[in-house]
């Protein structure tokens, strides 16, 4: 007969190989020897969220808390599913625990200067930029509301930002993260990440709240892409990106490109490749194997979001699996149609399929981990050849 702690270690296996709803059974079976044992509650909420079973995922990890009041992973995994079910006042509490947990990365400012709060009088504010371009842009989306607010804001952005922010957003100072700043310029500081406890309350308040339209192209790169690409008048432009490059859960959220050629049948369509990272070099087998082409740039789609900026500025639609070249789409205000793999929070808050925090980002998820994306795929093409039409 197996140990609890065998049977604990085959279900992590099963769960670190994505067989969710395998591993499950293994730590019910914990759970009814020792309803005591933290770990286990947290193990099988994880499966649950994973495939996207927001219901069953939660009392998990509050039967966590119960047990382990100050477990920082499970306060943080809280937060994000109760933001998830747009329950915000206890979603944002709990999403603060997020630097106390050992899988979030991203560094904290070492600062004095107290935390800005809505309505305390605050004149200046330093927001300092904190995850990855994604998440930036995504809370980049109420620096406005926090302008209302507050006479000075200035906001270290990732550097590739920067630019893009500041010429939609005069009125806001943007710097570089990695910047030396003078404490004694401001009289408060907030994280990116936490100006949205501020303002978002309810579901109706992302609507209120969040900009639209807070990135603008560099027009001289516009018109050099223009150029390259030989864009004719009837053309219609599609952008693609098929991969996530996230480690673990890349493979996850991509799909093949292969699975994307029927976008090829759209009357007039230019297929061009928005794509950062190592799938570039998935283009030339297809290109091969289906004699369809995809066009590319001289724009370097990781380091250069100028470019794909402007590349997709001359889009007509943006097909993406869920990255950062969302964001970018969704903050510009190119109609995106998202393959959606993920349980991140944001995208389960929309309206039939737009998107609330990006009013022209269309998602399209998937039923549960490793589901095919057949279907996701089909519709996709229906609703642009019918936007087409």
Same mark, same amino acid.
């Given at each position: 007969?197996?140990?609890?702690?065998?049977?604990?270690?085959?279900?992590?296996?099963? &769960?670190?190989?994505?067989?969710?709803?395998?591993?499950?059974?293994?730590?019910?079976?914990?759970?009814?020897?020792?309803? &005591?044992?933290?770990?286990?509650?947290?193990?099988?909420? *994880?499966?649950?969220?994973?495939?996207?079973?927001?219901?069953?995922?939660?009392?998990?990890?509050?039967?966590?808390?119960?047990?382990?009041?100050?477990?920082?992973?499970?306060?943080?995994? !809280?937060?994000?599913?109760?933001?998830?079910?747009?329950?915000?006042?206890?979603?944002?509490?709990?999403?603060?625990? *997020?630097?106390?947990? +050992?899988?979030?990365?991203?560094? *904290?400012?070492?600062? #004095?200067?107290?935390?800005?709060?809505?309505?305390?009088?605050?004149?200046?504010?330093?927001?300092?930029?904190?995850?990855?371009?994604?998440?930036? &842009? &995504?809370?980049?989306?109420?620096?406005?509301?926090?302008?209302?607010?507050?006479?000075?804001?200035?906001?270290?952005?990732?550097? @590739?930002?920067?630019?893009?922010?500041?010429?939609?957003?005069?009125?806001?100072?943007?710097?570089?993260?990695?910047? *030396?700043?003078?404490?004694?310029?401001?009289?408060?500081?907030?994280?990116?990440?936490?100006?949205?406890?501020?303002?978002?309350?309810?579901?109706?308040?992302?609507?209120?709240? #969040?900009?639209?339209?807070?990135?603008?192209?560099?027009?001289? #790169?516009?018109?050099?892409?223009?150029?390259?690409?030989?864009?004719?008048?009837? +053309?219609?432009?599609?952008?693609?990106?098929?991969?996530?490059?996230?480690? @673990?859960?890349?493979?996850?959220?991509?799909?093949?490109?292969?699975?994307?050629?029927?976008?090829? +049948?759209?009357?007039?369509?230019?297929?061009?490749?928005?794509?950062?990272?190592?799938?570039?070099?998935?283009?030339?087998?297809?290109?091969?194997? !289906?004699?369809?082409?995809?066009?590319?740039?001289?724009?370097?789609?990781?380091?250069?979001?100028?470019? /794909?900026?402007?590349?997709?500025?001359?889009?007509?639609?943006? /097909?993406? /699996?869920?990255?950062?070249?969302?964001?970018?789409?969704?903050?510009?205000? /190119?109609?995106?149609?998202?393959?959606?793999?993920?349980?991140?929070?944001?995208?389960?808050?929309?309206?039939?399929?737009?998107?609330?925090?990006?009013?022209?980002?269309?998602?399209?998820? @998937?039923?549960?981990?490793?589901?095919?994306?057949?279907?996701?795929?089909?519709?996709?093409?229906? +609703?642009?050849?019918?936007?087409?039409?």
């Amino acid at each position: 007969m197996k140990s609890l702690n065998d049977i604990y270690q085959d279900g992590l296996k099963l &769960l670190e190989q994505d067989k969710c709803d395998e591993a499950i059974p293994r730590f019910d079976d914990i759970i009814k020897l020792r309803p &005591l044992l933290a770990g286990a509650y947290v193990q099988r909420g *994880r499966c649950h969220w994973e495939m996207r079973r927001w219901d069953l995922a939660k009392p998990d990890f509050e039967n966590c808390l119960m047990l382990d009041p100050e477990n920082p992973d499970a306060k943080w995994t !809280t937060g994000l599913i109760e933001l998830q079910l747009g329950n915000f006042e206890r979603g944002w509490m709990h999403y603060e625990n *997020r630097w106390d947990t +050992d899988t979030f990365q991203s560094p *904290r400012l070492k600062t #004095r200067l107290p935390s800005w709060e809505k309505g305390k009088g605050y004149k200046s504010v330093l927001v300092w930029c904190e995850q990855g371009v994604g998440d930036q &842009l &995504l809370y980049g989306s109420m620096l406005g509301a926090l302008k209302k607010e507050t006479e000075k804001v200035t906001v270290m952005i990732d550097i @590739r930002l920067m630019n893009l922010f500041q010429r939609a957003n005069p009125d806001i100072k943007f710097i570089r993260h990695d910047s *030396r700043v003078n404490n004694a310029e401001y009289d408060s500081q907030i994280p990116i990440g936490s100006v949205g406890k501020h303002f978002i309350n309810d579901v109706a308040d992302i609507k209120k709240h #969040r900009s639209v339209g807070y990135v603008y192209p560099d027009r001289s #790169r516009l018109d050099h892409l223009t150029h390259e690409l030989a864009l004719q008048p009837d +053309d219609f432009v599609i952008g693609i990106s098929w991969a996530s490059t996230a480690p @673990r859960i890349g493979e996850h959220k991509s799909v093949k490109l292969e699975e994307l050629v029927g976008l090829w +049948d759209i009357p007039n369509a230019k297929i061009v490749s928005l794509q950062y990272g190592k799938p570039d070099h998935d283009i030339e087998p297809f290109e091969e194997k !289906t004699g369809k082409i995809v066009r590319q740039t001289t724009v370097g789609n990781f380091f250069d979001l100028e470019g /794909v900026v402007a590349a997709m500025s001359l889009c007509n639609a943006v /097909v993406s /699996v869920s990255n950062a070249n969302v964001h970018l789409a969704g903050a510009l205000g /190119v109609p995106t149609y998202v393959l959606d793999a993920n349980k991140l929070w944001y995208w389960n808050h929309k309206e039939g399929r737009t998107s609330l925090f990006y009013p022209t980002v269309n998602l399209y998820p @998937r039923d549960y981990l490793n589901a095919p994306w057949d279907a996701q795929i089909a519709e996709i093409i229906k +609703d642009i050849k019918e936007r087409r039409a």
